[in-house]
Each structure stands twice: as structure tokens, then as C-alpha cells.
């Protein structure tokens, strides 16, 4: 069964500092990566997708099959960033064809200090 | 474009009873996915349907259930209320033509139920 793993619950760093918020999965088939974010009071919206390789808010996420690993990474972080960041995988099939379903991670809340 | 809309945002409902909670998705939108969130157990996926049919379904009791209709609104249900059903509860649109299509999946702001 799928699965997918974030290590960490609460991260917290200071404005302009790197920060990553590491994400791993358990998938032997060709899954699809995602990450959402959930600011304040706002419904989860979609941050990052592996196969668009956008980098969206300075956010940026490589798939890596290797370590089955999909860590999302900014490189000076702002307040508003401050948010709940969950990683998802959703399973697709040799078509490319998804199933509904996205597994998410238990979530980490970044909280990012002036 | 308007998005994800859910109804009603928030119900009370007490043990043993029946609720419904609707879903319109993002016009062009053909698949619903619905999602349970909880402090305990995160996000959890419940179901998803495609052209008014059931096509993945998660690990819930069948007192959960859905349908779709043909303008792709999604109602799931929730029969015999226990106490632990008290959640947010999350449904998702995509166009399913692949994996979400460009924005993936858009989710609404979730119908919060109360069960006492």
C-alpha cells in the first residue's frame, strides 16, 4: 500500500533562512507527487506538482526515486510562509491515468519568526 | 473561475442520525474526490467519482456513501452518526482526464460536522 511520510510535525526557522520540509513515500509503481499548503483560516490549495518542475513561491520539490523522497526547499524563507504543508501522492496507472485518490502525509507546520 | 463550493459549512448533528453534504465542483470539473480530516488521522480519502460512477473508494464503513449527478455535483452521505464522525469534511475537484490535469486537484472549504 502507498504511504507517505513527513518526519517532521512542527519546523520552525527565521526569516531569510533555507528551509526544507523533508517528505518520503512508499510506492513501488509510478506515483505522482504533490504538495499543498494550508495558510491561516484558507482552504488547502495546491503549491507544487513533480511533473510541472515550477517553482511556485520560491518553493521547489524534486522527485527523487531513488530515496523515494519529494523534499520541498526555499532557499530564504518569509513570514508568509507560515503555513501547514502537507506532501500527497496520488497513484497512476501505465496510461498516466490517476485513480481519484491522493495519500497525504500527516502534514508540517512551518512557522517562520521575524 | 469560481471554485470548489461545499454545503452547508458547518452542521450539528446527534448519534444515530443520518446528514448529507453536497459538493459542486469547478465547472468542467468531471471527478469528486472526498476527504475526511481529524487531529487523529489526518486526511483521509473516502471516495472519488467520475461520470456519476464510483471509481475508487477508500477504507470507510459503508455507512458512508456518495453519488454524483450528471452535472458532476457530488452528495455523500453519512448514515447512524457515531460520535467519532466529527470532522472536516473535504471534497476535491479534477478533470481526470490524467493525473488532475494542470491544477491538479482543487479542493473546497469543507463542511464541518459536529456529532454530540
Known amino acids: 500500500a502507498q504511504r507517505v511520510t513527513q518526519p517532521e510535525k512542527l519546523l520552525s526557522v527565521f526569516k531569510g533562512a533555507p528551509v526544507e520540509l523533508k517528505c518520503n513515500y512508499s510506492?513501488?509503481?509510478?506515483?505522482?507527487l504533490f504538495w499543498y499548503v494550508q495558510y491561516s483560516r484558507q482552504r488547502l490549495q495546491l503549491l507544487l506538482r513533480?511533473?510541472s518542475r515550477e517553482s511556485i513561491k520560491g518553493f521547489t520539490a524534486d522527485l527523487n526515486k531513488g530515496e523515494t523522497s519529494f523534499h520541498l526547499k526555499k532557499p530564504f524563507a518569509q513570514e508568509e510562509d507560515s503555513a501547514m504543508y502537507y506532501c500527497?501522492?496520488?497513484?497512476?496507472?501505465?496510461?498516466?491515468?490517476?485513480?481519484?485518490?491522493?495519500?497525504f502525509g500527516q502534514g508540517t507546520i512551518l512557522t517562520v519568526h521575524p | 473561475k469560481a471554485g470548489v463550493t461545499q454545503t452547508p459549512r458547518y452542521l450539528i448533528k446527534t448519534r444515530g442520525q443520518q446528514v448529507t453534504l453536497s459538493c459542486s465542483p469547478i465547472?468542467?470539473?468531471?471527478?469528486v474526490s472526498w476527504y475526511q480530516q481529524t487531529p487523529g488521522q489526518g486526511l483521509q480519502f473516502l471516495f472519488e467519482?467520475?461520470?456519476?460512477?464510483?471509481?475508487n473508494k477508500g477504507n470507510f464503513p459503508g455507512r458512508f456513501s456518495g453519488r454524483q449527478f450528471s452535472n458532476s455535483r457530488s452528495e455523500m452521505n453519512v448514515s447512524t452518526l457515531e460520535l467519532g464522525d466529527s470532522a472536516l469534511y473535504l471534497c476535491?475537484?479534477?478533470?481526470?482526464?490524467?493525473?488532475?490535469?494542470?491544477?491538479?486537484?482543487?479542493f473546497g472549504s469543507g463542511t464541518r460536522l459536529t456529532v454530540v
Open positions: 465547472s468542467g470539473h468531471r471527478s
Open positions: 476535491a475537484s479534477s478533470l481526470a482526464t490524467g493525473t488532475g490535469g494542470e491544477d491538479g486537484y482543487t
Open positions: 513533480h511533473i
Open positions: 467519482y467520475f461520470s456519476e460512477t464510483q471509481r
Open positions: 510506492y513501488s509503481g509510478s506515483p505522482e
Open positions: 500527497a501522492l496520488s497513484l497512476t496507472n501505465a496510461g498516466g491515468t490517476s485513480y481519484g485518490k491522493l495519500t
